[in-house]
């Protein structure tokens, strides 16, 4: 799964860091961050067949920022109320 570009990105954090995935991402005016992954269709496979997916956050022990998973941008955004 890679992180890609998609409608509404306007920041590429880790950019010229090579140790990092570049990450493409819409940044919000309240600091929502929204970035997009594709899948491949090994990813897809494993999905489907455990119905699970696994999620890891650097937080450098910071606090654990809040994290919302899901399937549509327009999901998102309904949540996010914007």
């Known amino acids: 799964m890679s992180p890609i570009e998609f409608e509404g990105v306007n920041v590429i954090y880790a ?3 090579p ?7 819409m940044k919000l005016e ?3 961050v929204i ?3 594709e899948l491949t269709e090994e990813d897809v496979k494993m999905i489907i067949e455990t119905k699970k997916v696994y999620v890891s956050q650097l937080t450098f022990h910071q606090p654990l ?3 919302n998973v899901v399937s ?3 999901e998102l955004v309904t949540f996010l109320g914007e």
């Open 30 to 32: 309240d600091g929502t």
């Open 15 to 17: 950019k010229d860091q």
């Open 65 to 67: 920022q809040p994290l």
């Open 35 to 37: 970035s997009c992954w």
């Open 19 to 25: 140790e990092y995935l570049p990450l493409p991402v």
């Open 72 to 74: 549509s941008l327009d």
